[in-house]
């Protein structure tokens, strides 16, 4: 039998029971103690140590309740067979520190990434996770592969009651953000495809195309949007373009131009428009427009759409709704991939949307961006020489000021310590409007406005 | 002034100032009531309607806390200037039902893929959950992009401490499962580099490389794991194993094979081993054998895992630590992306990592599937003719009955409505033993287990 060689100490300030404990974690992290070896009976153990039967119990309980030991019934306690390797590391891991802390946020915000997440509904939120954790062991296993049936099903009952959408749930599609959901898009399109990137347009999808080594053509934005006489002469068979509110333009395209363009992709093979529904969530004045992708009867449009904006930067839910012919394909290439998104939080996203928490969420979260966009606007235009424009909807506009060049715009800005981006920094080929600047809001805490654009009326003087 | 036309019920289900408060709704949704537009005084409501105070106070609330109407200090309530498209949709949404409804699952269970979830600690992770959504508002910004410091902290210290890894948390990078993250580390590789899988090997692995347009070059199994020589003759300069418990042979690369392996990698420029460190959780009998990324004195071993099988699939966390050449080509072609899972989860399982819950789940499900493996080795074995091998580690083995041809041996099965897989089903140009098939146990019930060996007895008489 095992040879206990141990001492207690009764005024040790751990208890004695985990001094037991520790001891026999010990001696099999170590080896003394071999899998399947019996450990000595409790009444031995009491003897032996001359402590108490509810000392040995908890300590006994407590390595079986961690895995070290096995309870047979009429037999005793045996070291388990499963084995998990410790070792100490050759080097201790010297921590890492997050971004957040290492780069400090700017005084003033105006990047367009920014994202007011004050009036999270936290509590609901957090209320919905503890139902689905509990109540739904089967969300442990494997999900479906577009997203589950019941975030699907959701989705589909809110873009077409708010956005116009006309789908099935079979044809959604959801992943893990916006890039890795246009690089599975990207996998799904003809071959040949050749991309029409709006110009000035998103840095990302030039990268994501770029990167998947596809063909792309920098195309024009007029104002109502991407044009389409330069789409047709540019040869592309694709075109991706941000109809709501144009980035960074801030154009809204009007209901003509969205027939000009389906009009476009229906009269070629393999032609598709991309809907990036970006911003739709937010509009000021006037009503929103309805997705293009309810006006398509070609099937020639793949709407996408994402939470990052709308909820929270860090909720890594897009979604796409794919025409047939691309659902098929999907089907027949994708076979071995499983969906991105860990399914609680498909979970308490399809019920954040079926119980209207979403819906509310933006009314609220839209009040709040329309009153910040509205103070922000009155204070910049009283600046001399200032106006804005695309300031319709979403979270940014544009801001200019015929008094100095883009650049010195910018060089006296930060003169005051305020990070603001040219809008030429967004052209490919394009000649940016001069003395133009994108201003985002979003970042912008309410008080900080009017002390902004005072600081912004110096700069300028 | 606005014009009011309603009248209250007061014998209805629904109380007083819900009336008012959906009449409200309903008219600024119809654009009778436009946005900017002054409500009448809670006043002249009072009067107009002969209800009182409460009821009009409890309606003018609920709009506000709604988004719909904006109150302003000493003026009034006015319809907020944020609107959302509200339309019904074409056509109902009909919903899909999961495919979990749609598939009965088989009776016994013998796939490869399934894990037992029935030990997963729902209220340590959901109490983390509530307090890491509580605490931490900051999480609902942007992350960084290889994954959030705590979480890659908590890695660096477990993959040390149990697997013998030497990295730092910078080396880490964290995405949405392991085939999302094969899709970036192929990015990240030499253009020219040839890819040598193990044959037998996982399906998806071949899949990802032939879908990402790289060559490929199956390379035979020994009884050691990946063949060295036939690596060398094979001309691939990137090797991905699964050293742990080769899938589906069941090996463990011993120490000699390793070392041959990184002296390959080490004698030649551009070669690197990924190391799938799958199934390195659960080994029965013998110490787990450490990592081979901590001897790679060389930086040419590149180590992948994930929680999909430890925890659950449905988590979509894997990780990979790439070697400083790698790194750097990481930084330099990705400066677009975001980190693919939510920050929210990431910061559970930092903490399920740190605080311990992981280790004592991992012992926990361990003990679990040794007794099984056990139970289930026993019970197969005393069938006529069957043994079993690579049953050293993770959830499944390899069982050989010579006494059938594999094809007959899966027939018979079969008719006994017990779904199993050939080993031959996985091998590209190998030629597989004869008479084997591959048995995972992770879904497989303990009360199933002797039944479902009765049940191969019978058939294989």
Redesign the interface.
């Known amino acids: 039998m095992y040879n206990i060689t141990l001492l207690l100490d009764p005024r040790a300030k751990t208890p004695m029971y985990e001094q037991l404990y520790r001891y026999f974690v010990e001696e099999i992290r170590s080896?003394h103690l071999r899998?399947g070896e019996k450990l000595p009976s409790k009444r031995a153990m009491c003897a032996h140590l001359g402590v108490s039967r509810s000392t040995v119990e908890t300590a006994y309980a407590l390595l079986c309740?961690?895995?070290?030991v096995?309870a047979r019934a009429k037999s005793g306690f045996y070291v388990?067979?499963?084995?998990?390797?410790?070792?100490?590391?050759?080097?201790?891991?010297?921590?890492?520190?997050?971004?957040?802390q290492r780069t400090e946020r700017p005084e003033f915000d105006f990047s367009t990434?920014s994202?007011d997440?004050g009036g999270?509904p936290?509590s609901s939120?957090?209320k919905l996770?503890?139902e689905v954790?509990?109540s739904s062991?089967?969300?442990?296993?494997?999900?479906?592969r577009q997203g589950?049936?019941?975030l699907?099903?959701a989705l589909?009952?809110f873009l077409?009651?708010?956005?116009?959408?006309?789908?099935?749930?079979?044809q959604i599609v959801v992943g893990?953000?916006m890039?890795?959901l246009s690089?599975l898009l990207l996998?799904l399109l003809p071959e040949n495809a050749v991309f029409a990137l709006e110009d000035p347009g998103y840095?990302?999808i030039y990268?994501?195309v770029r990167?998947a080594g596809r063909p792309l053509r920098p195309v024009p934005i007029d104002a109502h949007g991407m044009s389409v006489s330069e789409l047709e002469s540019s040869g592309a068979t694709v075109a991706y373009t941000t109809p709501s509110h144009q980035f960074p333009m801030g154009v809204t395209m009007p209901a003509g131009r969205r027939s000009e363009l389906l009009r476009w992709a229906a009269g070629g093979d393999g032609r598709y428009i991309i809907e990036d529904d970006y911003d739709?969530?937010?509009?000021?004045?006037?009503?929103?427009?309805?997705a293009m992708q309810?006006m398509d009867a070609a099937g020639r449009v793949i709407y996408v759409g994402t939470f990052s904006r709308s909820v929270?930067?860090?909720?890594?839910i897009a979604y796409m709704v794919l025409p047939e012919a691309l659902l098929e394909r999907y089907r027949s290439?994708n076979?071995?991939?499983?969906?991105?998104?860990?399914?609680?939080?498909q979970a308490v996203m399809a019920r954040f949307l079926s119980e209207g928490f979403y819906?509310?969420y933006?009314?609220?979260v839209?009040?709040l961006?329309?009153?910040r966009r509205?103070a922000l606007i009155a204070a910049l235009e009283s600046i001399d020489g200032v106006r804005v424009s695309g300031s319709g909807g979403g979270i940014h506009f544009l801001l200019t000021n015929p008094r100095f060049s883009e650049h010195e715009l910018l060089r006296r800005a930060a003169g005051q310590g305020i990070a603001l981006r040219g809008l030429s920094s967004f052209c490919r080929e394009c000649v940016a409007e001069p003395s133009t600047l994108v201003v985002g809001y979003g970042g912008l805490d309410d008080k900080k406005i009017s002390q902004a654009a005072e600081m912004l009326r110096l700069a300028w003087k």
Request: proline share 7%; glycine share 10%.
């Open positions: 080896g899998q309740s961690e895995g070290y096995n388990s067979g499963f084995v998990m390797l410790e070792t100490m590391p050759a080097l201790p891991c010297r921590p890492i520190m997050t971004e957040i990434a994202v997440t999270f936290y939120w957090s996770n503890k954790v509990y062991p089967e969300l442990l296993q494997i999900g479906e589950d049936a019941a699907r099903n589909c009952e077409g009651e708010y956005r116009g959408v006309k789908c099935a749930p079979g893990a953000g890039e890795y690089m996998s840095a990302s990268h994501t990167h739709s969530e937010f509009r000021y004045g006037l009503r929103p427009v309805p309810g929270a930067p860090s909720i890594r290439i076979g071995f991939s499983r969906s991105t998104v860990s399914r609680y939080e819906a509310r933006l009314r609220r839209g009040n961006y329309s009153r509205e």
